[in-house]
């Protein structure tokens, strides 16, 4: 091989090396700083204030209840209810989160709006 080609495959090949070191360095710098948490907290509700949650479908009406600390389904029929799942239904309603917000929304629509 002669020497010109072999400077150019040298040069070439610490190019490439420097761009890969360089990439893998901007991943892990990115990889150290998450992005912060853009939810915004709308309301906060205790679980043990909930007494009732009622769940409706057109006409369709289901109707938990607590009593003495035990759930149970009141309405279309009684009937005992799953402890686990109704916990789960109570938590995941008592955090309300906005991912985001209305002002957001308004600007990116009159942004588009604008470029046509």
Known sequence: MKPKGLLIAVVLLAVL???YFWSNKKQEAAAKNPP???TTKLLTIPDDQVQE???????????LR?????WHITTPQPYPADPDASS?????????NADKLIEDV???QAWNRFRG
């Open 36 to 38: 912060a948490d853009t």
């Open 66 to 70: 607590r009593d003495n600390g035990k």
């Open 106 to 108: 308004y600007k990116r």
């Open 17 to 19: 090396g420097g761009l």
């Open 88 to 96: 789960s239904l109570v938590s995941s309603l008592g955090a309300v």
């Open 53 to 63: 949650i009622r769940l409706k479908k057109g006409a369709d009406t289901l109707t």
